[in-house]
């Protein structure tokens, strides 16, 4: 089940991060593409995280 939930949490925030980023970029706004950059790179890196926990 935690395999699931980390999976999870990890569309999440990348789905989130590109929502701020596509959203800072139409408005112009570097801070929410930034923002939007970092969540991204969380979603990634828990992801990467869920793959070495299936793995062992």
Known sequence: MSGLSDKVKSTVNKVKGETKDQ???????????AEGKVDKLKGNLQD??????NDR
């Open 23 to 33: 959203v800072g970029n139409a408005k112009n706004d570097p801070h929410l593409q």
């Open 48 to 53: 990467g995280i869920s793959k070495l926990k």
